[in-house]
């Protein structure tokens, strides 16, 4: 069969393509990167502070005990009080209201706040750029809808798109290694690819979506539009001041033996309109859970219908798993990390194309081989503050800016192969800091982590002391002249 694209659009589309990735590559780069990793948000919580207990059961009693000790801390009752059920995942109870949390002990007594800063940082950096909320959703959420735009238009240029998906000419000019891999990599993973724009355009475009639907049918009522799409709050009027937690489990375990509850939330705790929901995943569905609602007493009061109600409703709150790999257990985390970090290489091998086919190099090489490797040296070193207790967000934006800076202002000097042992040197300083911080004896998903690190320092050093035994003494110089990124 035929392309349906005569060579001229063929042309035109390529060169659009090429003018789209430019523009896009380092914002979109930072955006793959950190959400590779923040795909593992859970584990790297149970990381940053490993010493607390841990345990995937909970209790009635815990509930309450916990509850009534969190409401007395606070000064004013919260609207909402936001109960974090244990899970396998994440094996704690928190609480949250107003801005402060607290883990739950088994005994249902308070212990420690959170200390999630770097975990937060990351999910941060992949959400909204570190922008004020508002204008960063809007930024990535846009980025999301140029990343489909730009995978679509890519597709469309390649003519031999069957012929050449196992094309790799890893002996040829780095021009062409660099093309084939870019290739191989955005079309295999185009469909994922394609996932992760969409959903991502619409976490961040969803304010903008709201408030113009909102003017265009609710005469600009925004809550309205919400209730319409999501379903609306309930009123309760006569509560009794206390919450039976144990009769409202034994009631959501009798509505839904199949669910598995993961948050509790009270709302207007302590007044005669206080009511619970319980939010629960499904086995088989992508939803985030379906809610269902209690009053004080334990008594139902019917659910959302997130889980059957209509599609459009069941779609938009399917969208975080499908955007995060959260609903197959550590085998789809794992293969988002993978595709998150592939889309990351291809946007890196997009620009490594431009840059091997000009006959020189400048300090475009420089400030890009710097935001290459500076981003996950800066993620790393954060880490660090962030374990000692340092400002973690002013050491990622300050090294940020130097690495690139100083690697175009150092033309051969700070390049590819010094920056790839520099954040080689930072991962293996990073499990250490964490080991003398916490210990050695830890959880098997920290151990895991700081094994993570090790190996992947490993796998950026091996190639260098290999080139360093194949090559003379002299050419391995800090000067000495280096390629694109590999």
């Not at 109870?93 to 937060?120: C, K, Q």
């Not at 209730?227 to 919450?243: C, E, F, K, T």
């Not at 409703?313 to 959260?326: K, T």
Request: proline share 7%.
């Amino acid at each position: 069969m035929s392309w349906p694209l005569r060579s001229a659009q063929v042309k035109r589309l390529r060169r659009a393509h090429s003018v789209l990735g430019l523009t896009l590559a380092g914002l979109l780069y930072v955006i793959c990167l950190s959400g590779a990793l923040a795909v593992f948000h859970e584990a790297l919580e149970r990381w940053e502070q490993p010493q607390l207990p841990e345990s995937p059961t909970y209790s009635a009693p815990q509930l309450a005990h916990a509850v009534d000790r969190f409401l007395a801390e606070t000064a004013t009752p919260p609207d909402e009080l936001f109960v974090a059920l244990p899970s396998a995942s994440l094996p704690r109870m928190r609480l949250s209201a107003d801005g402060h949390e607290r883990y739950v002990t088994s005994s249902g007594t308070l212990d420690a706040a959170p200390a999630d800063s770097w975990t937060h940082l990351l999910v941060h950096l992949h959400t909204v750029l570190l922008l004020p909320e508002t204008a960063g959703l809007i930024v990535t959420g846009s980025i999301g809808a140029l990343l489909c735009a730009l995978i679509l238009n890519g597709l469309l240029s390649h003519p031999n798109l069957v012929k050449d998906l196992f094309r790799w000419r890893r002996d040829r000019s780095d021009a062409l290694h660099h093309t084939d891999l870019h290739n191989r990599l955005g079309v295999w993973g185009s469909p994922f690819f394609l996932m992760f724009g969409l959903t991502g355009a619409f976490f961040g475009l969803i304010g903008v979506l709201v408030a113009a639907g909102a003017e265009r049918w609710f005469d600009g009522d925004r809550d309205a539009l919400i209730a319409s799409v999501y379903g609306a709050d309930i009123q309760v009027v006569g509560a009794p001041p206390q919450i039976d937690f144990q009769q409202t489990l034994d009631e959501m375990a009798r509505l839904a033996p199949d669910a598995t509850p993961i948050y509790l939330m009270i709302h207007r705790p302590g007044t005669e309109r206080q009511f619970v929901e319980v939010g629960a995943t499904l086995p088989g569905r992508l939803i985030y859970s379906e809610i269902y609602r209690f009053d004080a007493s334990g008594t139902p009061l019917g659910h959302q219908g997130l889980s059957d109600g209509p599609l459009a409703r069941q779609i938009a709150y399917s969208v975080y798993r499908l955007h995060f790999g959260h609903f197959g257990g550590w085998a789809s985390k794992l293969l988002y990390g993978v595709l998150g970090l592939a889309l990351a290489w291809v946007c890196v091998s997009g620009v490594n194309i431009w840059l091997a086919r000009r006959d020189h190099r400048s300090v475009v090489n420089g400030l890009w081989d710097g935001l290459v490797w500076g981003t996950p040296i800066a993620l790393a070193a954060s880490a660090m503050t962030a374990l000692l207790e340092g400002p973690a967000q002013a050491v990622l934006l300050a090294t940020l800016a130097l690495l690139p800076t100083a690697a175009g202002a150092l033309p051969g000097r700070l390049g590819p192969v010094p920056l790839r042992g520099l954040l080689a040197l930072c991962l293996v300083a990073l499990a250490g800091v964490h080991a003398w911080r916490f210990g050695i004896d830890q959880p098997p998903v920290v151990v895991a982590i700081n094994g993570a690190l090790c190996a992947s320092a490993l796998c950026l050093t091996g190639p260098l002391l290999a080139a360093r035994r194949r090559r003379p003494r002299a050419t391995t110089a800090l000067g000495a002249p280096e390629g694109p990124p590999a």
